[in-house]
């Protein structure tokens, strides 16, 4: 219908690309990670070029440029950071490991604060190496969770406790439900943590929906991405454009918009064929998936 | 220690292997699939060899002899047929091919009477082709289960549901957690419907101890294998060997044996470098391994 294809599926658009300007595009953000292969001054322009007003940011490139200098950029291009991904990694055996991430979950604090987002994603982390005990590190990410709660609360940021597919249970995230995931926010003041609902994690979630409700105000991230099959070699790079997949966008953007969330929407996607892509195809694409999938429904 | 290794990893066994009439094997059952590389009269000389009791029997491979024969050589074997795997695939969007698979799952309960055993476990099926409809598919199994229950009944057959591990969701099984497996079978009398534990697909669920404990005496069978990481690029051959991976056994056998489980433990693993192995030192492993891992908590 309009000549331009899709990446990375190649299939024809839909619809026309969104142009800056358009109300649709009012509540997308680009999650860094979605555009792997541009460098964070890269995205910035990307995102501004397709006339978006949001960035979701990752500590690592925002390291590459430095810290203050990425602050500048960001301000300097007028867009809104959603979020900041991403704190965690609490599940160490090792007494000494678990200081250290905390004073690194510290600082992820305060480099949210200087880059203008008030929202920082958690990965609680895996399980330690060789161990077994599942429960054991989940307790230790609740505890770790609870310590760095009010530093969050004096800094004006919320924890964003992001429950990740049982896929990642062993090896990245102990947090496996947003049912989960709220039995712990729960034991906090809703300003100081909250979770983060993403699609690709959580669409095979028995009562998601009622889980969705019971969060209400505490999401503090609505992220957006699909699942795909076959589920790739690297099961971390399985994440799909909006449409590719098995996700029903419509029935989980209902359920977050019912819950009176008013906040950005982030595309994040980990995908090896995506990252292949010119920035600008993949940004375009999304805008288009995005407008045509997600944002009716919000 | 005993100059013996285990499959596939190699490592040097740490047990010796328990000898026919060990009272250790006594509720050890093989899973057929453990040794796809065997035939069925292969699988059930070689469990008898290895002085099991007991075998869990799938369809295809008895089909291969035909039924009448294959129940001639389970008699003469004189083991236990723990369950027979498997009906299921409910979920289709076609009312045709949800009445075949109707029709099919009533034969395969008539096949688990004529083979000999009193459970039939049943693999839910996925999404169908192009659906996102994972509520509708959930809700076309449990009707097709509420259909199928009363034959069961009849014919003194207890279904399983096998809840699968949320990898498989989407290509699969539908039912994604021991909490939601429980809540369609209490639909039903225990003595009709019942739950498969399988460590492989429930280690990660937050709360099974207390969904084990729930369950009680719908536990129609209890299989283990273990959770292996890297996932492999087949994800339907990801199962290791007890020990290889990041199942706490203990707690997940302990947590069954509290229900007053009294049958058979299946080892169901479907992993191409175990079925690589001569069969019967994949049955030696699989009875070292129980023994020392698993067998101690029943």
Redesign the interface.
Known sequence: MTGVTDVPSGAPARIETPRAGDPRLARLSLNQRTTAQWSLPEALDGARAAGLESIGLWREPVADVGLEKAAQLVAASGLRVSSLCRGGFFTAADAGAREAAHTDNLAAIDEAVTLGTDVLVLVPGG?PGGS????GA?ARAAEAIARLAPYAGERGVRLGIEPM???F???RGVV??L??AL?IAEEHPAEQVGVVVDTYHL?????VEEQIARAGERIVAYQVCD?I?????D?LLGRGMMGD????FA?FTRAVAATGYAGDVEVEIFNADVWAQAGEDVVATMARRYAELVEPYL
Chains 1, 2 share one sequence.
Do not use: Y
């Open positions: 399980l077994r005990d599942l429960p989940r597919h049982p896929i249970a062993a090896d496996s439900s049912r989960q039995d669409w095979w979630e028995p009562g699942w099959t076959p589920v790739p070699a099961n997949g098995h996700v029903d029935a």
